[in-house]
């Protein structure tokens, strides 16, 4: 898979507007009606954010009952997104493999739920 072009440049303050905080997966289930093979997760963001729920495409690489108690890194300060039926209320990170399918990122060790990337 070919790596696309990079972006040009941002400002500083652009990168300090996305909000990037760990958070624990607490559920997580299949969706068979979306379009593209994904689950529904419920992710712990402590108490300051909450749980917040999430669509995901990682069907290729994990299984609902592998990914709870997992953390994982979401973007929180997106708006809402509608996917089929579901609201998505963050985006969950990751990268692509090989053969583009997401594999997701995580601490290198435990962090409390709801810190932030910097």
């Not at 609902?64 to 979401?74: C, D, K, S, Y």
């Not at 708006?79 to 998505?88: E, L, T, V």
């Not at 963050?90 to 997401?102: H, I, K, N, Q």
């Amino acid at each position: 898979m070919s790596q696309p072009e990079a972006p040009p440049p941002i400002e500083f303050s652009q990168f300090l507007a996305l909000d990037i905080r760990a958070g624990t997966v607490v559920g997580a289930e299949p969706y068979p009606e979306a379009r593209k093979p994904a689950l529904k997760l419920s992710i712990d963001f402590g108490p300051e954010i909450g749980v917040k729920r999430s669509s995901a495409q990682i069907t290729r690489h994990y299984a609902p009952e592998t990914l709870l108690g997992r953390q994982v890194a979401a973007v929180v300060n997106l708006p809402p997104r509608q996917i089929g039926r579901f609201i998505s209320e963050v985006l969950t990170l990751g990268f692509p493999d090989e053969a583009g399918e997401v594999v997701l990122i995580q601490p290198e060790r435990p962090v409390p739920n709801g810190a932030r990337l910097y």
